[in-house]
C-alpha cells in the first residue's frame, strides 16, 4: 500500500504539530511539501498544479489532505482531516463574505469528495453533520495527543525564565499559549483578570501581542513573551501556577493536555471541544462571562491536587495512539 500526504503546513502552529507527528507515527510513501509542491494555500495555484499526475504516476493507494484545501480534481481514494468549523460558526471574524464562502464550499466539497472524514473531536463531528448533512458513519473521532518533550521539571531547571523576560517573582503566574485569532478570545481573558483575586502576572506566549496590548494594559502586570521554542514552552508551563485557553471555539485544544503534562492545572472554556479533552480535570467558565473567568482562575489558584494526577491523565491521549488509528482508517479505505 502506498500513501500521500501534503504536508505544506508542516511549519504552522496547530495543523503543523498535527502534521509533523502523523509523517512520524503513520508512515507515508509520499510527503508533499513546499519543495515539491510549492503553491500558496488557499490559493488557485494549488489547484490547478497539485501533482495529480506524479501520485497516478506512483500508484498512490489513499491521499491523506490534512485540511479542508483537498485538490478538488482528484480522482482516486481520499481521507482528509477537518480540525474544526471555526470559520462558519464565527463568520463573523472572517475579512469579508468570499472568505466565507471560500471555507464553505471547500468544506462541502471536502465532505462529499472525501471517502473518509477524520476529526478531533466529537463536538466537530457534531458540527460537521450539522453543516452538511454528513453520514456519521463516515466520520471518524481520532483524539490528538500530547509530545513526549512535555514533562514535569524541577524549579532550578525553570528559574532562568525570570531573568530572561523579566518576570516579577512572588506572584501568581497565568500561561496563555496561543495567537491573536478573534475566536481565541484573549480580549475576553484580558478584562477578566482585572477581577482576579491573587497577586498575578499573565504571560502571553505566541504571536507578538506587545504592539497590541501594550498600550490598554499599562496597569496590569503582563509578560510579553512572544514566540518561544518548543523547550521554553514546556519550561514555561512548569513555571505557570495556571495556564488559560479563553477561547470561543477550539477543534481540539491542544494547551489542555500541553499543560496537564506539565502538572499544571487548567481553567478553559467550557465551550465546543474543550470539555472532552479537558474532562473532569480542567476548571471551566463561560468564556464570554468576565466574572465566570475571574471566579474559575481563582478556583484554580486554590487547586492542591497532584501534578503527577494531571499528567497521568494527559498521557491517555498519544500521537503514537492518534497515528495508528489514522493509519487503521487509511487501511480500511485502501482495501
Not at 40 to 52: D, G, H, R, V
Not at 59 to 74: A, G, M, T
Not at 117 to 140: A, C, G, Q
Request: hydrophobic share 40%; with cysteine; aromatic share 12%.
Amino acid at each position: 500500500m502506498k500513501i500521500a500526504i501534503d504536508a505544506r503546513m508542516m511549519n504552522k502552529s496547530g495543523i503543523g504539530t498535527y502534521i509533523k507527528h502523523m509523517i512520524k507515527n503513520v508512515g507515508y510513501n509520499i510527503v508533499l511539501d513546499n519543495s515539491n509542491f510549492p503553491c500558496k494555500n488557499y490559493s488557485i495555484k494549488e489547484q490547478l498544479f497539485f501533482p495529480y499526475k506524479k501520485l497516478r504516476r506512483e500508484k498512490i493507494d489513499v491521499l491523506h489532505i490534512p485540511h479542508l484545501n483537498i485538490p478538488i480534481f482528484y480522482r482516486e481514494k481520499l481521507i482528509v482531516t477537518i480540525h474544526d468549523l471555526t470559520h462558519l460558526r464565527y463568520p463573523q471574524f472572517l475579512p469579508s463574505k468570499f472568505h466565507y464562502h471560500y471555507f464553505k464550499f471547500m468544506l462541502g466539497t471536502a465532505t462529499k469528495k472525501a471517502s473518509k472524514i477524520l476529526t478531533d473531536s466529537h463536538n466537530t463531528k457534531k458540527d460537521i453533520m450539522e453543516f452538511f448533512n454528513v453520514e456519521p458513519t463516515k466520520i471518524k473521532v481520532i483524539y490528538l495527543g500530547v509530545g513526549k518533550e512535555f514533562v514535569i521539571k524541577e524549579k532550578e531547571q525553570i528559574f532562568y525564565l525570570y531573568e530572561k523576560y523579566n518576570i516579577p517573582q512572588g506572584k501568581k503566574i497565568i500561561l496563555y499559549v496561543g495567537n491573536l485569532l478573534p475566536h481565541k478570545n484573549l480580549s475576553g481573558l484580558l478584562k477578566a483578570i482585572h477581577l482576579i483575586k491573587e497577586d498575578y502576572v499573565l504571560i502571553l506566549a505566541g504571536k507578538s501581542f506587545k504592539n497590541r496590548y501594550e498600550q490598554k494594559q499599562e496597569k496590569a502586570s503582563i509578560v510579553y513573551a512572544g514566540e518561544v521554542s518548543q523547550d521554553e514552552l514546556v519550561d514555561l508551563y512548569n513555571l505557570a501556577d495556571l495556564s488559560v485557553l479563553p477561547s470561543l471555539y477550539e477543534g481540539f485544544g491542544l494547551p489542555v493536555l500541553e499543560s496537564f503534562a506539565c502538572g499544571t492545572p487548567v481553567a478553559c472554556s467550557n465551550t465546543s471541544s474543550l470539555p472532552e479533552v479537558g474532562g473532569n480535570h480542567a476548571f471551566y467558565f463561560d468564556p464570554k462571562n468576565e466574572n465566570d473567568i475571574a471566579d474559575a482562575i481563582n478556583k484554580a489558584f486554590e487547586w492542591k491536587d497532584s501534578p503527577l494526577a494531571l499528567r497521568e491523565y494527559a498521557l491517555q491521549f498519544s500521537w503514537k495512539k492518534t497515528g495508528r488509528e489514522t493509519l487503521d482508517e487509511i487501511n480500511s479505505l485502501a482495501n
